[in-house]
């Protein structure tokens, strides 16, 4: 059974800075595409990054050049540092993961975390 636990959540002012964990067990993590995804009150679940397993990785425009995704393989553990935070930021952010094919789309990703809500003041 597939388990993805979000971590690293919280509550931080414009400018600020968060990073945020998932802990992945009971996959081959080498095996998946892992992606980071955000929801916010009243709107679709939103692609924010995606690495593969050599660490090649995408964002989506908004965040490029403030947000940066990375993996540990050893630990079966993604990471989203998160910079120059804005209050558009605020949403419940999801780790997934996905087939070795698996891009920007939702649909593209089998197994969810339940998320962990990052807050930015403004």
């Known amino acids: 059974q597939v388990q993805l636990v979000e971590s690293g959540g919280g509550l931080v002012q414009a400018g600020g800075s968060l990073r945020l964990s998932c802990a992945a067990s009971g996959l081959t993590f080498s095996s998946y595409i892992m992606g980071w995804f955000r929801q916010a009150p009243g709107k679709e679940r939103e692609f924010v990054a995606r690495?593969?397993?050599?660490?090649?990785?995408d964002y989506t425009e908004s965040v490029k050049g403030r947000f940066t995704i990375s993996r540990d393989n050893a630990k079966n553990t993604i990471y989203l540092q998160m910079k120059s935070l804005k209050p558009e930021d605020t949403a419940v952010y999801h780790c997934?993961?996905?087939?070795?094919?698996?891009?920007?789309?939702?649909?593209?990703?089998?197994?969810w975390g339940q998320g962990t809500q990052v807050t930015v003041s403004g």
């Open positions: 997934a993961a996905g087939g070795l094919f698996a891009a920007m789309a939702p649909e593209q990703y089998t197994s």
């Open positions: 690495i593969d397993y050599d660490g090649n990785s």
